[in-house]
């Protein structure tokens, strides 16, 4: 180690010596001061002890008529004296226990201490809040503590009146939470809120009442301010300015509380005022006035007001009548066009039951009927038999629906009347037309016949005729006279076949129409065994074909027609006639198409009218199309072509599925 450490070492050891002597000194001095202070100590304990015991006689009346708790301690906690009183709150008994401090809540001994220095200090201790463990429980006490000082003031004990405020404290928790709960439901309130003392000083006022006024202080800020020139500073706010002020001034004079005070704003806003006095056993304290906007609230009474009356000079001038009934069906109001369609005034209606009033015996039941669905809620529409007061029978179209009130419970009914006599008039001539239609028509369809079977005969004649005269003059007539006896033949078959055409146009209808589930594709086979398809001409058609309701007689005809027509019309070494479906959602659309002679455009819709051919063939009456539009039109369906002349044709059929 060298010399410099060395040096510096017993340096070190040097200071801490001295500081060593320094701080023996310092025990020393301190020891003989705690020694004579404890000394002195114990003599005041002894003075106090002499003290207490020649006070105690004294005391002794104090103690006993002390309500609250009232103890005694020396400078170190150590109970000395505490009254019945104390020892109940404190659940201390001196036999068992010795200082005051053992009493305490372990969280509040440290705080205790504190408080207990300040008491040294200064003297006293006031309002002192501090938390015991007594009977098993918390408790807060209050305190009121002094120090006992001997002839010479050097203290000597400590004295205090110790409460239990736990109930109170807990009240004043409870009562500040609802303050604070008041506050904030005033606060959010959407009415203005301002509370007033007998002196028109402001204690209580929120956000809204300050916002209604354009205030630019703060209800904090209102708190404590006076009132009595308020209405002169706001009153420009206002339509009629004087008016708000002297209002005001009546209301706070009166006393008297007033409900649904209306202030119109210049700005368009209405406020709704109310104001309450408020009185303690009978003495004046103040008053509290509440402001609502009430503006859209107005203007929708008004508009509705506006509608109602709208709608009443509606309901009145009506030509349908109105009758509102209770559940008794007794009659609550009529409007004028019931009152004509009737005969009855509305005084002579209103209280009256309708049905027994207004209906034909016959009807009577059917609106008790009616009257049960309303209480359970169903509305719809009837007809009825009524009965004016000159006691003319007519017919009325009744719509109805329950009434019900704000709470939803049906509280009667409302019926719209239409007077339908002139229309049910109508249905009955119609309905007798459609028989007279219906019977006519049978008439006809049967003369049909008979004038188809008349004129068969007849032509059916002629012709075994003309085959007589050719068999029985071959030989003689010459080939010209044979030639002209073959067209006379050829004319008498087209007369037929005409009239064949005809009859069965005519008989296309609905009366006899019988709807049943028909395969087309059924439907086509059996038309190529009954056609006769010459040996040029290919019938092609797709594999599924889909099955319809329909009269299965009705599809034959129209699509032995239209095939019909299309070998009647090839003009190729090769026909193709091609039949295909193609499905819609509410539709099939069925095709036939062909490559024969084609349709000019121009047309298109002339060859569905009856006796129009375009093309004179020997074997076509012009009915075939005709007789397939009808059918179609029949089923309410849609026909329409597609051709190019020279290239073929093509027909659409579309029928509902």
């Known amino acids: 180690m060298s010399e410099e450490k060395i040096k510096m070492y017993e340096r070190a050891l040097a200071r801490e010596k001295a500081a060593r002597k320094e701080a ?127 002839e010479n003031q050097i203290p000597i004990a400590a004295q205090g009146i110790v409460r239990d405020i736990t109930a109170q404290k807990a009240a004043e928790r409870k009562l500040l939470n609802s303050e604070n709960r008041l506050s904030a439901v005033i606060s959010n309130l959407e009415s203005g809120i301002l509370l007033e003392d007998e002196n028109r000083k402001v204690v209580i006022a929120n956000e809204r009442f300050c916002d209604f006024f354009n205030m630019a202080s703060t209800p904090a800020e209102l708190i404590g301010q006076d009132c009595t020139n308020a209405a002169e500073r706001y009153k420009h706010l206002f339509e009629n300015e004087e008016r708000f002020v002297t209002r005001i001034n009546t209301l706070i ?48 009474r008004k508009n509705i007001e506006a ?47 309708g049905s027994e009033v207004l209906l034909d015996e016959s009807s009577r039941q059917e609106l008790i009927e009616e009257n049960q669905k309303r209480l359970e809620g169903s509305s719809n529409s009837y007809e009825v038999v009524a009965v004016t007061k000159k006691g003319e029978k007519r017919h009325w179209l009744i719509s109805g629906a329950p009434n019900y009130d ?24 119609k309905e007798s037309l459609l028989q007279k239609l219906a019977s006519s028509n049978h008439e006809l369809q049967e003369y049909a016949h008979v004038v188809s079977h008349d004129l068969k005969s007849p032509l059916r004649s002629l012709d075994a005729l003309l085959t007589w005269v050719k068999e029985d003059n071959a030989e003689v007539l010459s080939s010209d006279s044979l030639e002209n006896l073959d067209l006379m033949g050829t004319t008498l078959e087209k007369m037929e076949q005409l009239i064949t055409d005809v009859l069965e146009y005519s008989s296309v209808s609905s009366d006899e129409e019988e709807v049943q589930d028909v395969a087309v594709s059924g439907v086509i086979d059996d038309i190529e065994k009954l056609l006769h398809i010459p040996d040029n001409i290919r019938i092609e058609r797709e594999t599924t074909l889909p099955v319809i309701k329909a009269d299965r007689v009705r599809i034959q005809q129209l699509f032995q027609n239209l095939m019909s027509n299309a070998i009647r019309y090839s003009d190729k070494e090769q026909g193709v006639i091609k039949i295909a479906c193609k499905e819609g959602k509410t539709h099939n659309t069925f095709s036939e198409s062909d490559n024969g002679i084609g349709i000019e455009k121009e047309y298109h819709d002339k060859i569905f009218e009856i006796f129009q051919s375009l093309n004179k063939h020997k074997d076509s009456t012009g009915i075939g199309l005709s007789i397939v539009k009808k059918i179609v039109d029949l089923y309410s369906g849609k026909i329409w072509l597609e051709s190019t002349p020279g290239e073929g044709s093509t027909f659409f059929v579309s029928l509902k599925k």
């Open 406 to 429: 704000l709470s939803g419970n049906i509280i009667g009914s409302i019926g719209i009347h239409l007077d339908i006599t002139a229309i049910k008039e109508l249905e009955l001539q």
């Open 24 to 150: 023996e000194r310092i025990l020393e001095d301190k020891s003989r001061e705690l020694f004579y202070k404890g000394q002195e100590l114990q003599k005041a304990n002894e003075q106090l002890e002499g003290l207490v015991r020649e006070k105690t006689s004294e005391l002794k009346g104090v103690f006993e008529n002390i309500v609250d708790a009232y103890v005694v301690t020396n400078l170190f906690g150590d109970v000395l004296k505490m009254n019945e009183a104390a020892e109940q709150l404190l659940d201390f008994n001196l036999s068992e226990k010795k200082n005051i401090l053992d009493t305490l809540h372990q969280d509040d001994v440290e705080k205790a201490a504190t408080a207990f220095q300040k008491l040294y200090s200064t003297g006293s201790l006031t309002g002192f809040n501090v938390r015991i463990v007594a009977h098993g429980k918390t408790v807060l006490l209050e305190l009121n503590a002094s120090i006992v000082y001997d």
């Open 253 to 300: 004079e009166l006393k008297e509380q007033v409900v649904g005070d209306e202030l119109h704003l210049k700005d368009g806003r209405i406020l709704e005022r109310d104001f309450i006095p408020i009185y303690e056993e009978g003495i004046y304290k103040g008053h509290l006035t509440t402001y609502r906007d009430v503006t859209l609230h107005r203007r929708f």
């Open 307 to 353: 509608e109602r009356a709208k709608y009443s000079s509606i309901i009145a001038n009506m030509e349908l009548g109105l009758v509102e009934v209770d559940n008794d069906d007794k009659i609550l109001m009529v409007n004028q066009s019931l009152e004509e369609m009737s005969g009855y005034t509305e005084n002579e209606l209103i209280g009256k039951k």
